[in-house]
């Protein structure tokens, strides 16, 4: 063994060795339908107003750490309730590993649940917190096992359980009396995190149960939304619970140029509001579509992606990369996605390419 590798063995942890890094791949020259973008970019007239707002931005000094004005566009511009103030995050991916961080301790090993398939950053943000993950599979259709749910929160007493509303990468929307079951069973011994990323399509939200829970965290992104670029997630709780949380969240986490950015776009929101409408009205199209092809089993999406189970996923997969259209193949991701791939709603045109490219790996596999 060389020397580096005798250092990496000596300090690096055995199961972060054990991993591979989280790939993106490179989507220069591809239709680009893997990754939940909003495929719309703002209209000319707001992006030259932004970029004189973005120009004048004080990139010599940190962000003022309150983040009070960002916070009051977010709070009033996003649906927070009266009364309960925002925890902003480099994405929300950053607000994730806050949670497991804030719960997760080398003394007392905490457990962090979600129903399975979801979304991969629960189980590895608790990895890498160093909690226990425990993955609870759902029932056929990608409703919540409750029976299963509830005797596993009875025997891990999970600080944490996450949960996607709707989930990604299945779509659909949880039962509420679910989810408050979920809530009264985790009680004083545990938080529910709502994480509502496709919100903006699904338009269904626990943010005004905020009152009737005090162990319920709502996080959200503006990812979604129009503005993944930026890395702009956010999260409310009881504030109690919220302070907590505020000293595990790393000084500045969020930059200037993010900053300017979203407390300008936030006041142009309808815009953005109005491109989740059209995906929505694209997202019906498609499904019907994808439904109307042999061999295609579509499931039902409140986001603004769509899943399906095809007969061979990888070879579908490998066509449509030949074609240049870039979707997720889901089938290594659980059991019980077998030959199930995922493709984000775009625009009309994009999601024509995808349906042609699509009907040829059909007609070929
Ligand atoms: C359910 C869910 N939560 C959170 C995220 C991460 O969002 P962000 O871009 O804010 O980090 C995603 C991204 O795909 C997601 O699917």
């Known amino acids: ?14 199961d972060i060795r054990a991993i591979g890094a989280y790939v993106v791949p490179d989507a220069s020259g591809y239709i680009k339908l893997d990754a939940m973008e909003n495929p719309y970019e703002l209209p000319r007239e707001l992006r030259e107003e932004l970029g004189q707002r973005l120009a004048e931005a004080v990139l010599n000094r940190y962000p003022t750490g309150s983040y009070a004005t960002l916070k009051e566009q ?20 950053e607000l994730i590993q806050i949670v497991a961080t804030t719960v997760a301790n080398q003394k007392r090993r905490a457990t962090i649940l979600a129903p399975v398939p979801a979304f991969v950053m629960y189980a590895r943000s608790a990895q890498f917190a160093g909690a226990d993950f425990v993955g609870v599979p759902l029932q056929k259709d990608f409703s919540l096992d409750m029976d299963a749910m509830l005797k596993a929160i009875a025997l891990h007493q999970p600080a944490v359980v996450f949960l996607a509303y709707p989930n990604n ?6 039962a509420t009396e679910d989810i408050e079951a979920i809530l009264q069973a985790q009680g004083e011994h545990g938080l529910v995190v709502v994480d ?9 939200t626990f943010m005004d149960r905020l009152g009737d829970f005090e162990n319920l965290v709502v996080m959200r992104t503006v990812s979604k939304l129009g503005l993944a670029g930026i890395r702009l997630g956010y999260m409310t709780a009881a504030p109690q619970l919220l302070a907590e949380f505020e000293k595990v969240r790393p000084p500045y986490n969020v930059n200037v140029l993010t900053q300017v950015a979203a407390e300008f776009v936030l006041d142009h929101v309808e815009v953005l509001d109005a491109q989740a ?24 999406s409140a986001a603004n992606f769509i899943s399906m189970r095809v007969p061979d996923a990888a070879a579908v997969c490998a ?22 791939i995922r493709v984000t709603v775009s625009t009309p045109e994009e999601n024509s390419a995808f349906l042609n490219a699509l009907k040829a790996a059909l007609a070929q596999a």
Not at 1 to 14: P, Q, T
Not at 319 to 331: C, G, M, P, T
């Open 1 to 14: 063994m060389s020397s580096i590798d005798n250092l990496i063995a000596n300090v690096i942890r055995e």
């Open 74 to 93: 977010v709070i009033g511009k996003l649906g927070i309730p009266a009364g309960y103030d925002v925890m902003l995050g480099n994405g929300s991916d």
């Open 169 to 174: 990468p299945t779509g659909n929307l949880f």
């Open 196 to 204: 509502e990323a496709y919100q903006p399509f699904a338009r269904e």
């Open 277 to 300: 409408a059209s995906i929505n009205d694209e997202r019906a199209r498609l499904a019907a579509e994808l439904a109307a092809l042999p061999g295609v089993e579509v499931f039902p």
């Open 319 to 340: 066509k449509l990369f030949e074609a240049k259209v870039l979707i997720r193949n889901l089938s290594k991701m659980h059991g019980s996605l077998a030959n199930c």
